[in-house]
């Protein structure tokens, strides 16, 4: 069997499609999608009205609970100043445009997806904003992929999209408690595996190509695919909705611009 | 360097803090730091007492350096100061009348200083927390699996966590580990990596407030990172007798 999984989708219709063909090319039997449909493109109510229509699961990103939630993230959440004036214009625009019913389809989507095996969340099992890069250290990471149950977390949010695989993890703990006496443990974790399914609508792997991932449970593998499409039709769809013409600039390379956080693991508490 | 005592949960009980504090003062090796991990209220009338002795040590006294608890939260919860709205937390374990209680419980005036607690303490490469890094609620006990004990001192790269939520005094050392890991991007590959852990510990420094006749709280030497855990009896009859762990 064939698993699709896409995520980040942020408005952008035209790679919406071009995924969507893609897929249909692959002749995946299943789709999944790991939220954010909506913020910073230009086609929120599109998205969504085709995410709806083809039915495809999908669990709710951190742009899809803000804009049910209100934004309601504390500055810490953006990665830097400048980002968030631009995520707050971006939030005010696809506010204001936003279907009733599309808000609705957002407010009811889960935090989580599980199929068997595999587990589906946008930012990671703890929170929708927690950020899983390629760096984390491997132990946090393993913790993560533990933390679901399954063996192999599909996850979103950064827009880069990659897969690592997490092996032989081993500890030995000692525990003292008063009044008991003291215990060994052992713990090991056999293969786990992280996929990052990058970002169909607002890619930042340095190309301006939209990005998901294809995992064929039969042959244990997974595929990064990169799906190119006419990318300046959306820019010009920004320019156009009066969106801030640096997504459109940073649609276009691909690029993550000035926007790297401090400290990505950080999570917002509020 | 000399040691630090390092205390949780005196939960409003004022004679259970004047005997740990009692017992500091005889000890052998002088205390350099008292750190308190938070629930140094409860809903009794005798908080507001204990955050005044708190706030007003003797002049022999170690000046206590004190972190938000779980009951702390609640009441600025209460007092619209919260990190949620709704005191969900504190209605569901203790039931709706709970919010009363510990409303009447804290003198108003005290909200203020209770708000200027930090949510954690970081002293050389320990934490001192009530809950854990991920919040007050978290509750850490010899039982939590390994890999999450590590993932909470790794979210803040600590060596030593001190924690107090659970109440009790245990010392949990993560002693060695490894994991192979291995990445694919679009455009690179990297071959397996095998990843050590460095040995890192979580340790409960149990709780003073809660049984009523027994305190407990533990002492820890940085210069040897080594962890001592003690026991101190009070009220009628019971005199102070330090326990071993």
Not at chain 1, 58 to 86: F, H, M
Request: charged share 20%; with cysteine; aromatic share 8%.
């Amino acid at each position: 069997m064939k698993v699709a999984v896409m995520s980040c989708i942020h408005g952008n219709y035209e790679a919406l499609n071009a995924v969507l063909s893609d897929i249909d090319d692959h002749k995946a039997d299943k789709i999944y999608c790991l939220g954010d449909l909506v913020g910073y493109g230009p086609h929120p109510n599109a998205v969504v009205e085709m995410i709806r229509a083809l039915d495809i699961p999908t669990c709710q990103g951190c742009w899809d609970e803000d804009i049910v939630e209100g934004l309601n993230s504390c500055e810490c959440s953006y990665p830097s100043v400048l980002a968030e004036k631009r995520g707050k214009l971006a939030h005010d625009w696809t506010n204001q445009v936003i279907h009733p019913e599309v808000r609705e389809f957002l407010a009811q989507l889960p935090l989580s997806l599980r199929d068997e095996n595999l587990c589906f969340v946008h930012g990671s099992p703890h929170n929708q904003h927690e950020y899983l890069l390629p760096e984390v250290d491997a132990f946090v990471a393993m913790e993560r992929v533990l933390a679901t149950g399954a063996d192999i977390l599909f996850c979103g949010h950064t827009h880069v999209p990659y897969v690592r695989s997490l092996d032989a993890g081993q500890l030995q703990i000692r525990v003292k408690s008063t009044g008991t006496t003291e215990r060994d443990i052992s713990f090991s974790a056999p293969l786990k595996r992280i996929v990052n399914a990058g970002s169909v609508g607002e890619p930042r792997h340095g190309r301006p190509n939209a990005t998901y991932v294809i995992y064929d449970t039969d042959a244990d593998q997974i595929t990064l695919r990169e799906v190119e499409y006419d990318y300046q039709k959306t820019c010009a769809a920004i320019i156009d909705n009066g969106l801030p013409p640096i997504f459109a600039w940073r649609l276009a390379r691909g690029l993550e611009f000035a926007e790297r956080a401090d400290d990505p693991t950080h999570v917002c508490e509020r | 360097m000399n040691d630090w005592a390092i205390l949780s949960g005196i939960e409003g009980n004022l004679a259970a803090y004047e005997a740990v504090l009692a017992d500091i003062k005889r000890l052998r090796q002088p205390v350099e730091e008292l750190y308190i991990l938070g629930d140094v209220i409860a809903p009794t009338v005798e908080s507001e007492q204990v955050i005044q002795r708190v706030r007003s040590p003797q002049q022999n006294e170690p000046v206590p350096q004190v972190c938000q608890g779980w009951w702390e939260e609640q009441l600025l919860i209460l007092h619209g100061l919260g990190r949620t709205g709704e005191p969900t937390e504190l209605i569901e374990r203790y039931g709706i009348e709970m919010v009363k209680t510990l409303w009447d419980a804290i003198p108003r005036e005290m909200v203020e200083w209770v708000r200027s607690l930090d949510f954690g303490l970081f002293e050389l490469d320990c934490l001192l927390i009530h809950g854990s890094s991920v919040s007050v609620s978290d509750e850490l006990t010899p039982d939590t699996p390994a890999i999450q004990m590590l993932d909470r001192l790794m979210r803040m790269d600590a060596n030593t966590l001190f924690c107090g939520r659970s109440g009790l005094t245990f010392q949990y050392e993560i002693q060695q580990g490894t994991v192979t890991s291995s990445m694919t991007t679009l455009d690179r590959s990297t071959s397996p990596q095998a990843i050590a852990v460095k040995p890192r510990q979580v340790v409960g420094v149990g709780n003073v407030g809660r049984l009523p006749g027994q305190a407990s709280y533990a002492l820890y030497h940085p210069n040897s990172n080594q962890v001592e855990f003690r026991t101190v009896r009070y009220g009628a009859g019971k005199g102070f007798q330090p326990a071993s762990p």
